[in-house]
């Protein structure tokens, strides 16, 4: 989810490159596998890293001020659990020493191969092991799986009616690339528009990130379009997460999720409550029926066959457009 931009304009950004109290700037490690802890050794073992670490999870991001938090972090004994607005987080704060003698713990365990790493060191280590909590202003947020990165980018809407994260927002800011252009004819309720995008049709409830284009008589609602989608006139998006759309058109027409809170067959616990999914580099055909509960992945180039799609089902396409 950390490649994926938030709130219609900005990256997540590794936690370690503005804390100031690491040497080693920008540090991403994967820990699934017995070989990835021992990696992870051989990193803390360097020179190169500090004896202070702030430890967390991509799939946790704060929007914080880090020089509150820094100054409000304990003498670096034991582990400290890092509380952003009330809220606990998945971040912790500890020795580099300490952090050493977890890793080479956890690579005792027996049967360790069949468990995450990453998993055991937070969800049991970390979790159950932490003996203070350091706490700062601020928003934190989960964006482990597609559902949870839908919901967070639909919350931007509430979130910017707090005057108290207004400010974190704002220091986010960077320089449009182009104009954001509302038709004389459109509707905008209740929504985030991003650089560049224009709307010449309906958008409520939804996030439409940089570089989108929604045709006359086109609905989106309860959506997130992520950049650089052509949406055609005519068309209906409905609790949808569309992912980025380099020359990709969704053609006059096309019918993209529902009001149904139809779960996907096969990815139930991600992709749930009627979320549709339409995955990068496919041409969605004029007059497509997508349902919800979907997921569509692969690549179609533009076709003049719809897709007929129904209710918690997965296509995946080849070039060809056959199945894979």
Not at 102 to 113: M, P, V
């Amino acid at each position: 989810m950390s490649d994926l931009p938030v709130w219609s304009n900005f990256k997540v950004q590794d936690v370690l490159s503005v804390s100031n109290i690491k040497a080693l700037p920008v540090t991403s490690l994967q820990l699934e596998r017995k070989e990835d802890a021992e990696k992870a050794l051989t990193l803390l073992g360097s020179q190169e890293v500090a004896d202070r670490i702030i430890l967390g999870r991509t799939g946790n991001v704060l929007v914080i001020d880090w020089l509150d938090l820094t100054s409000r972090l304990p003498s670096p004994h034991g582990i400290t659990k890092i509380q952003v607005g009330k809220v606990p987080t998945e971040f912790y704060f500890l020795k580099k020493k300490d952090l050493i003698g977890i890793l080479k713990n956890l690579l005792k365990r027996r049967r360790l191969e069949e468990h995450s790493i990453l998993n055991h060191l937070f969800n049991t280590v970390l979790f159950f092991n932490f003996e203070r909590i350091a706490e700062c202003a601020g928003y934190s947020f989960l964006l482990r799986n597609s559902y949870e990165y839908y919901l967070e980018n639909l919350r931007i809407n509430e979130r910017l009616l707090d005057s108290g994260f207004i400010p974190l927002y704002e220091a986010l800011k960077i320089t449009a690339a182009s104009a954001t252009v509302v038709g004389k004819h459109a509707v905008i309720l209740n929504s985030l528009l991003g650089n560049g995008v224009k709307v010449n049709g309906c958008v409520e409830s939804s996030v439409v990130f940089n570089g989108v284009s929604v045709g006359r008589n086109s609905k989106i609602r309860n959506s997130v379009i992520l950049p650089f989608n052509e949406i055609a006139e005519e068309v209906v998006i409905e609790n949808s997460l569309v992912l980025g759309g380099s020359n990709r058109v969704i053609a006059r027409g096309s019918v993209i999720g529902g009001q149904s809170s139809a779960e996907n067959n096969h990815f139930p616990d991600i992709i749930k409550k009627g979320l549709t999914i339409l995955g990068e580099d496919i041409n969605v055909p004029s007059g497509s029926q997508i349902g919800s509960g979907c997921l569509i992945q692969g690549v179609l180039e533009r076709s003049p066959v719809p897709l007929i799609v129904t209710d918690g089902s997965d296509l995946t396409l080849r070039r060809d457009r056959s199945p894979a």
